[in-house]
């Protein structure tokens, strides 16, 4: 026609989804997996008791040993549970005839509790929180196998890869499957729940109306925002297709019922049955703590009442940059038709990615990124279909491509190792910048006192000044220290009084910052002065040896704190004395 001479047409690749899947597949999905697992058990052995383990794994005990859900009711118990089954092998007991005990019954305060049951009992404090943390471990593995098996229903095996490649280099997932807290639980129990939900939908039967209504309820067990689920799994059932149609809205809501009665079922039992209304109890009390806010810390900035934008800042800061890239690369899979109808079949992640990420943006509770973990493991496997944007590129390039994004992955998790807990990403800056844009759990969760013990010993430091953040008592980790005012310790400060020529001081990022303490600038002097070392990312090390001004400093402080003591001693350490 025309002069021109028509051949057959071209063959396209097929999508990525079509093409057989090669025998070495699970073999390349195991070893990321095992990655994951080495990467998270070696670095929990290096890191120090974080805030709210002690009480996380004396209430998980006293739960499985005496259903007592009076311990520590502001969070569900399945986690905790969970974290405490290894501690049924150990020669441990909770301290029934303590003070603690009672205190923790009669008013809350159950600090004190965590603490006597974790550095006061019949197995090494360190046996019992690796112990117990060993469990998320494992619920970190089986998120990762989670997301890969979901990723491969929906956008086949290449879109698997990717999404668990994600999973594996995540820094911010890799920091909480290390730790005894919910939020890697919920994570995991929230992306079973979507893959049950699917398989409901490709297949309704009776038998996976169960097992969806029991991930429900596993999910509610693991942490009170969860609650979010309920209304996202109803409007995936409304709205998403089941199987070539729709669910008619009555069979919808019918399913969605059964589901509900499921997840109750399940959810009374991670509480004994008897004690269920104690969740509901819980859930008040959490929604009233949500929307009354508490101290944040963003960008320099402190507030109250927090920010609407805060956990996108934080997301931005904290996820590695090439997540990033492929993040902003989604929406493109849904443009220009190339996904007639998909959107419709892909609800069942994007709802309750929507419907966590509003909860998030409402929250007035700024203090970490862990309360948006469970919005990773969703973009993750919504982030695999991006595979097929370069399907039509040429073999090499593709590969060349994906090696380099892959390496720039897997270095994000693999530079930070092990100090997970403070990844800051290019754009942030990196880990060093992170104490000048994030506070808490971002930081500083009081991670570091194993590596300030070892810091003391490599430099020859008996003891040191030490103004710490946290509820746990240094010198459990070998470290002599004289204290300085903090916030959150949960006891008297000890007494000793330095001797040593040469005075170090050590000051975690978050008693630095002036976090939830009365003076904010208490420390602030310190910021003109140029660290001797950092210990970790959330401690820093000042030689303060005969410098007048800072024990001029210290001595305004220990007088205002009415430690007379110490105030002599420092007025005495001054030069022109």
């Not at 040993?65 to 311990?71: H, I, M, V």
């Not at 979901?150 to 086949?156: K, V």
């Amino acid at each position: 026609v025309d002069g021109i001479t028509y051949t057959a047409p071209m063959k396209q690749p097929p999508p990525p989804q079509a093409l057989p899947e090669p025998r070495w597949l699970i073999a390349a999905a195991a070893i990321l997996i095992a990655l994951f697992v080495a990467l998270a058990t070696s670095s929990l052995l290096t890191e120090s008791q974080t805030s709210d383990e002690a009480i996380h794994l004396a209430a998980g005990f006293a739960h499985v040993t005496r259903a007592d859900f009076a311990l520590n009711p502001e969070h569900p118990p399945l986690a905790k549970e969970i974290a405490a089954l290894p501690l049924l092998l150990l020669n441990i007991k909770l301290p029934l005839e303590h003070p603690s005990w009672k205190a923790a019954h009669a008013s809350g305060f159950q600090l004190p509790l965590g603490e006597q049951f974790l550095h006061h009992n019949g197995a090494r404090f360190t046996t019992i929180l690796t112990a117990g943390r060993m469990p998320i471990v494992c619920l970190g593995a089986a998120l990762c196998i989670t997301v890969f098996v979901l990723a491969r229903r929906i956008f086949g095996w290449r879109a698997a890869l990717v999404s668990l490649a994600l999973c594996v280099f995540c820094p911010n997932l890799l920091a909480h499957a290390r730790l005894v807290t919910t939020d890697l639980a919920v994570s995991f129990f929230l992306v079973l729940t979507l893959l049950g939900v699917h398989r409901y939908l490709d297949d309704p039967s009776l038998a996976r109306l169960a097992l969806a209504g029991a991930c429900i309820g596993l999910t509610l067990a693991s942490k009170f925002s969860a609650v979010v689920i309920v209304p996202a799994v109803l409007l995936v059932l409304l709205m998403a297709p089941s199987g070539s149609r729709r669910l008619a809205p009555a069979a919808a809501l019918k399913a969605f019922a059964g589901m509900m009665a499921a997840a109750i079922a399940v959810l009374a039992a991670t509480y004994g049955f008897v004690h269920l209304p104690v969740y509901f109890s819980g859930l008040g009390g959490v929604f009233t703590t949500v929307t009354g806010g508490t101290q944040a810390f963003l960008l320099g900035s402190y507030s109250n009442d927090g920010w609407w934008y805060y956990y996108p800042v934080a997301m931005l800061l904290k996820t590695p940059v090439v997540a990033l890239l492929i993040f902003a690369a989604i929406p493109l899979c849904y443009l220009g038709g190339k996904r007639a109808g998909g959107a419709k079949q892909h609800l069942v992640l994007l709802i309750p990615l929507f419907m966590f990420g509003a909860a998030a943006l409402a929250s007035a509770r700024n203090v970490g990124l862990r309360h948006v973990l469970p919005v990773y493991p969703i973009l993750y496997i919504l982030a695999g279909q991006t595979i097929s944007l370069i399907a039509g590129w040429p073999v090499f390039r593709r590969r060349v491509f994906v090696g380099l994004m892959g390496i720039w992955l897997a270095g994000s998790a693999l530079f930070i190792h092990p100090f997970y807990l403070a990844y800051f990403n290019e754009i942030g800056g990196g880990p060093s910048r992170g104490s000048r844009l994030l506070s808490d759990s971002n930081v500083d969760w009081g991670q570091d006192f194993f590596r300030l013990a070892r810091f003391m010993k490599e430099q020859g430091v008996e003891e040191i000044l030490l103004a710490h953040y946290g509820n746990q008592d240094p010198a459990y980790y070998g470290i002599t220290y004289q204290y300085l005012p903090g916030m959150g310790h949960i006891k008297p400060p000890p007494a000793h009084i330095m001797t040593s020529d040469r005075v170090v001081l050590a000051i975690s990022v978050m008693t630095l910052q002036g976090m939830f303490m009365r003076d904010r600038d208490t420390y602030r002097w310190l910021e003109k002065r140029t660290p001797l070392a950092r210990v970790g990312y959330s401690l820093y090390i000042y030689d303060v040896t005969g410098d007048d001004d800072a024990y001029m400093k210290l001595a305004e402080l220990y007088t205002r704190s009415k430690m007379r003591q110490q105030a002599d001693w420092a007025e005495a350490r001054r030069p022109a004395r």
